[in-house]
């Protein structure tokens, strides 16, 4: 690598709101970002909720002078919705569905349909490697009573893993997409701990958009405004996030969203808006990788971070296994009412009310089957990651038995007691 | 690292046959087992089939002291069952759940239900960087009609892809497990090639064990007898694999099988036979990365094996098509037979008839639509496998239009021809 050597990346985000039937004015405005794109010529434009993969395919024709490279996400029963538009050639491609996705009795909500993912491309821009991530997370549908946190903390962690072990080859890691978390949320915070990921916004001297870096926000019409009630400026949960590792350095020297509408006015593009990143590479062969040099104090933030998704998993696991439990007793309670009404029917009592009630009490029974099943498999999936969360901190208690730092001690002194 | 840096690893492999109310003289077996690993002293135990996390539980306890550090994989209902046993301290856990599984309505076949994974562990073992990774692919129950080929081909490139992305900053890769794969099957080529991994039954020159190192023998009198008809001799689907990358070397001095048999006579340990592993790893600086050397002639048996694979899925894909269209139709037919019964009611014919089959046909039409969303996740999971297939090829493609190999062009012109 040249001592000179410097690289600028343009890169583009956007949810796009693309729900077949559902969103407004979508082909519309399909065909504004696919004109917008090929004017702007970005490095990179990663896209969520493109949910047909019709949608793409028109994408991938128009964008194909200007973006060579493509990748669609398949997953699940809808699909991912993440794809991926790149004037660089794509030289490897993996994608990892979260574990746990919402439920598939919420079907108002729709998450656990989608099989929501997280996609990795892997390019070599000039003998740099980058790797780029995109993704999506479940959905906060209530920020006061959100039964689905314990999900999307597991999903946070399932992508920092993610990324953490696939990304220890990389020069420069990027991850794009729709946290569906705002900065301060645990699972945002463990993401960037575990990473060492920076978030664009926070770094860039020049950003131009909505304050706070907002990127639901009133002004946008086709934003569902009851939605919004309890944040009237707005809320920030699309991410350009990024890092380098040793030898090279990377600062976002501008971040620019739309602002309610689209990049040149008029309609936006979608309910979300859209991020404009321009980072830029350099060659630091001195630059030390920050993971290698933090301290006991540096590993504070880290610590107290687990430890709080160690317990908000404890809450979900509960949760999942009183759900479970319940479907237990309701299994029991069926089966007593098919013994029941075998028993009817053979005393030749209520034959007919016996034999009307027989089917829906054997869907009773299976239905409750399945949800003892869902919710045994749901328990099971926050327990792997409450172990894993557990992992990483008993290395951080043998780390700290070699330190003094007396905060640290205190901090994984509580950890263990919960233990 | 020192030039004479070399490091003996001794490594053990088993499929428990862990399955409670089911496995015969199980509690026993799991007593021998731990006390074998105890005499041994292994550096590492993988374990496959700990279907109860109460066995682990009780081996953890017996081996807490050779084998200080222990990790059970959680997955899916009843568990991916598997299980690590280390000397050394585990420095990070990750896991990946297979996308594509079996069936849940094969309910005697049950893999559905154990969420199926590959988990890695991290080793750092004197400087050298150790990526130990188990797993157990779905079960084979019919050579001649093997519904799940497409489903164990996609977890064999998962399984591929998960250790290629994740094992680039690795010095030592190893690979234990139970494939349910024959060495020449197509998954297994496919395994082989795409990540370079090396088969210690075929690489070392001391082998102590059953002809064609066999590991479901006739002998073994807990192997169904019926089972292993079309095999009489007996069949491998237990691997130890390993590759070293740049600047270290990698070989198996020694492997040896239990031979029908517990490890000093007796009663076996499980229906598989137990692999025992010694590997050597030498600083090797002058050592090449092989998938860097490999010209395009070394290229050929993955290409080769990657079209295999892809035409596979497309067989898969297609199948799951076709049941996710039959799903289809029987929801056509029953909504249209619930038409018709509510008309029958309105008219007061038939009336009792009608009621009573009212809530079954509401059960069928419920059934049809948990069938057509499964088969089209199943479709859409072939699909970004194959997608993926598609990638590489691509890209071996482009790599091939500048080389002359004319077999190479033969075969990727195939391939073009069928996209």
């Known amino acids: 690598m040249k001592p000179n050597f410097s690289l600028r990346l343009r890169v583009f985000n956007l949810n796009c709101w693309g729900l077949p039937y559902v969103s407004k004015h979508r082909s519309d405005r399909m065909k504004r970002l696919g004109d917008f794109l090929n004017m702007e010529s970005f490095d990179l434009a990663l896209l969520e909720e493109v949910w047909s993969e019709q949608d793409f395919q028109c994408l991938k024709e128009k964008l194909s002078f200007t973006y060579p490279a493509a990748h669609y996400f398949r997953s699940g029963i809808i699909g991912s919705g993440l794809c991926v538009f790149s004037k660089h050639p794509i030289q490897e491609i993996i994608q990892h569905v979260y574990t746990l996705n919402g439920y598939p009795y919420m079907i108002h909500h729709g998450d656990w349909f989608c099989g929501k993912a997280v996609g ?56 794009c997409g ?21 978030d664009a916004y926070l770094e860039t001297q020049d950003f131009k958009g909505f304050e706070e870096g907002y990127t639901m926000v009133p002004e946008n019409h086709y ?18 996030l990024y890092k380098a590792v040793s030898g090279f350095c990377i600062s976002c020297k501008s971040l620019k969203s739309t602002a309610g509408h689209g990049p040149y006015n008029g309609t936006p593009l979608s ?41 908000e998993l404890g809450l ?10 319940f479907a ?21 009592r209520a034959r007919e009310v016996a034999i009307l009630l027989w089917t829906p009490n054997v869907g009773l029974v299976l239905g409750a089957g399945a949800v003892y099943l869902f919710h045994t498999q749901e328990a099971r999936g926050l327990c792997r990651v409450q172990t894993e969360l557990q992992h990483v901190l008993g290395r951080e208690r043998e780390a700290q038995d070699l330190s003094s730092e007396p905060q640290l001690a205190l901090l994984l002194g509580q950890e263990r007691g919960q233990n």
Chains 1, 2 share one sequence.
């Not at 729709?178 to 920076?198: A, F, S, V, Y």
């Not at 919004?228 to 350009?240: Q, S, T, W």
């Not at 309910?271 to 990143?277: N, R």
């Open 120 to 175: 990795l491309l892997v390019f070599h821009l000039s003998g740099l490697v980058l790797n780029a991530y995109v993704t999506h997370l479940h959905a906060e549908y209530s920020r006061q009573k959100d039964i689905y946190l314990a999900h999307r903390v597991a999903q946070a962690w399932e992508l920092a893993q993610f990324i953490h072990h696939t990304s220890k080859k990389a020069d420069v890691v990027l991850l």
């Open 178 to 198: 729709d946290l569906n978390m705002h900065p301060k949320d645990l699972g945002c915070c463990l993401l960037r701990e575990w990473t060492g990921l920076h």
């Open 223 to 240: 934003v569902s405004q009851k939605d919004l009630e309890p944040f009237p400026c707005g809320i920030r949960i699309d991410y350009v």
């Open 271 to 311: 309910d979300h808006e859209a991020l404009m990143a321009t980072l830029c590479v350099r060659y630091s062969p001195l630059q030390q990788n920050p993971s290698f040099t933090y301290g006991p104090a540096g590993r504070l933030p880290l610590i107290s971070v687990l430890r709080e998704a160690w317990t």
């Open 316 to 325: 979900g696991i509960a949760q999942a296994r009183w759900w479970a439990a």
């Open 328 to 348: 237990g007793n309701v299994i029991g309670v069926g089966l007593l009412l098919l013994v029941l009404l075998c028993f009817l029917v053979a005393e030749e």
